[in-house]
């Protein structure tokens, strides 16, 4: 089957690429569709937008096509033409190749051609950056600071608050800012997964599984090191809206996340559930009840019984204190923006 393709590009690393030649290029694209045929555990791959497993598909540029797929950063909005659709092993890949008569199938869409809908599947997905909702707008602000309570400690809390909008528009890469934001989404979904264990051995990270832990050892995935439990890292992102309805991704990692989360040291909570339990009850105090709910074993039956304008109470204001710095992404300097010295207590 031969279609066309409308989406963003997810990722687009050596890692995909390995052993390639240079008439042929790899890299993986979403529209956002969740595709219940595509193979659960690929949504192990946490790429750099976070966007995982069943929404994602794998582009193969071949010929005149590579040389231009390289240089599409993760987030670009393509346009693949006359792309062969094969379906292999729970995965779906589109071959792009020349064509005498349009040699070039790969392209950023022209800013005046109107953008196919992308933007309805986009808005339910979470850690996408969308236009805020009318209802947010009219929202009234954060609390007055004399009256406001901050469900964290910060390590600045003199330093003044920074809109997100001048956050991410700041001239310099590094810095550290206060903000006070909510929580609109977070990924990965799973709570089991907001932790990763890393081996010093392969330098990668591995999401616990139940299994993981065999005779209470755990051996690493990759090179069968025995790994201890020092070496649980916390490791997920935030998407924090402010009251201006501007959005930003933070990434909770590490040290900074364990402050962020103190006397709840990372673990596997397949194997942990007082952990578990703590970490959902901790964490529910600023994400909404529509996330938390999904963690706790009578969230659903509760939300069928009728508690759906509980189900949709927005999670409260909050202040925290994020650091910016750059990654190098396919040559291009991407921003991030990380939690640190703020504690939920
Ligand atoms: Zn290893």
Same mark, same amino acid.
Not at 89 to 96: G, M, P, Q, R, S
Not at 122 to 148: K, M, R, Y
Not at 206 to 222: E, M, R, S, Y
Not at 299 to 321: E, I, L, N, V, Y
């Given at each position: %089957?031969?279609?066309?393709?409308?989406?963003?590009?997810?990722?687009?690393? *050596?890692?995909?690429?390995?052993?390639?030649?240079?008439?042929?290029?790899?890299?993986?694209?979403?529209?956002?569709?969740?595709?219940? /045929?595509?193979?659960?555990?690929?949504?192990?791959?946490?790429? #750099?937008?976070?966007? $995982?497993?069943?929404? $994602?598909?794998?582009?193969?540029?071949?010929?005149?096509?590579?040389?231009? #797929?390289?240089?599409?950063?993760?987030?670009?909005?393509?346009?693949?033409?006359? @792309?062969?659709?094969?379906?292999?092993?729970?995965?779906?890949?589109?071959?792009?190749?020349?064509?005498?008569?349009?040699?070039?199938?790969?392209?950023? &869409? /022209?800013?005046?051609?109107?953008?196919?809908?992308?933007?309805?599947?986009?808005?339910?997905?979470?850690?996408?950056?969308?236009? *805020?909702? &009318?209802?947010?707008?009219?929202?009234?602000? *954060?609390?007055?600071?004399? +009256?406001?309570?901050?469900?964290?400690?910060?390590?600045?809390?003199?330093?003044?608050?920074?809109?997100?909008?001048?956050? %991410?528009?700041?001239?310099?890469?590094?810095?550290?800012?206060?903000?006070?934001?909510?929580?609109?989404? @977070?990924?990965?979904?799973?709570?089991?997964?907001?932790?990763? +264990?890393?081996?010093?051995?392969?330098?990668?990270?591995?999401?616990?599984?139940?299994?993981?832990?065999?005779?209470?050892?755990?051996?690493?995935?990759?090179?069968?090191?025995?790994?201890?439990?020092?070496?649980? $890292?916390?490791? !997920?992102?935030?998407?924090?809206?402010?009251? #201006?309805?501007?959005?930003?991704?933070?990434?909770?990692?590490?040290?900074?996340?364990?402050? !962020?989360?103190?006397?709840?040291?990372?673990?596997?909570?397949?194997?942990?559930?007082?952990?578990?339990?703590?970490? /959902?009850?901790?964490?529910?105090?600023?994400?909404?009840?529509?996330?938390?709910?999904?963690?706790?074993?009578?969230?659903?039956?509760?939300?069928?019984?009728?508690?759906?304008?509980? %189900?949709?109470?927005?999670?409260?204001? !909050?202040?925290? @204190?994020?650091?910016?710095?750059?990654?190098?992404? $396919?040559?291009?300097?991407?921003?991030?923006?990380? +939690?640190?010295?703020?504690?939920?207590?």
């Amino acid at each position: %089957m031969f279609c066309d393709f409308y989406g963003e590009v997810v990722e687009n690393s *050596p890692r995909l690429n390995s052993g390639h030649q240079s008439n042929w290029h790899s890299f993986t694209v979403t529209d956002y569709t969740e595709n219940p /045929a595509l193979r659960e555990s690929d949504a192990d791959t946490i790429n #750099s937008n976070n966007i $995982v497993g069943r929404r $994602v598909i794998k582009c193969d540029a071949w010929d005149i096509n590579a040389g231009p #797929s390289r240089a599409l950063p993760p987030g670009t909005l393509v346009f693949i033409r006359n @792309c062969f659709v094969t379906e292999w092993d729970n995965t779906i890949e589109l071959k792009v190749r020349a064509d005498p008569q349009f040699p070039d199938k790969t392209s950023e &869409p /022209a800013p005046e051609s109107p953008a196919p809908p992308i933007n309805p599947r986009a808005s339910s997905v979470p850690l996408v950056h969308t236009e *805020p909702d &009318p209802v947010a707008l009219v929202e009234p602000e *954060p609390e007055l600071e004399s +009256i406001f309570q901050s469900p964290t400690v910060i390590r600045f809390p003199n330093r003044p608050i920074t809109p997100i909008k001048e956050v %991410m528009g700041f001239p310099k890469p590094i810095w550290k800012f206060r903000i006070r934001a909510r929580v609109v989404a @977070c990924a990965p979904v799973e709570l089991e997964r907001f932790v990763r +264990i890393y081996c010093h051995n392969c330098q990668e990270g591995a999401t616990p599984t139940p299994d993981l832990a065999q005779n209470g050892t755990v051996v690493c995935p990759g090179c069968a090191s025995v790994l201890p439990d020092s070496q649980y $890292v916390y490791s !997920f992102s935030m998407l924090l809206e402010d009251s #201006s309805g501007d959005r930003l991704r933070v990434i909770a990692y590490g040290r900074d996340a364990a402050q !962020f989360l103190p006397g709840l040291a990372p673990t596997n909570m397949h194997s942990n559930n007082a952990t578990r339990q703590s970490l /959902a009850q901790r964490l529910g105090k600023i994400l909404p009840p529509s996330i938390t709910c999904k963690w706790h074993q009578t969230g659903p039956k509760r939300h069928r019984k009728g508690t759906q304008s509980a %189900m949709s109470t927005p999670a409260p204001w !909050f202040d925290c @204190c994020i650091k910016s710095y750059e990654v190098e992404i $396919v040559g291009e300097l991407v921003r991030r923006y990380q +939690i640190f010295g703020t504690s939920l207590t």
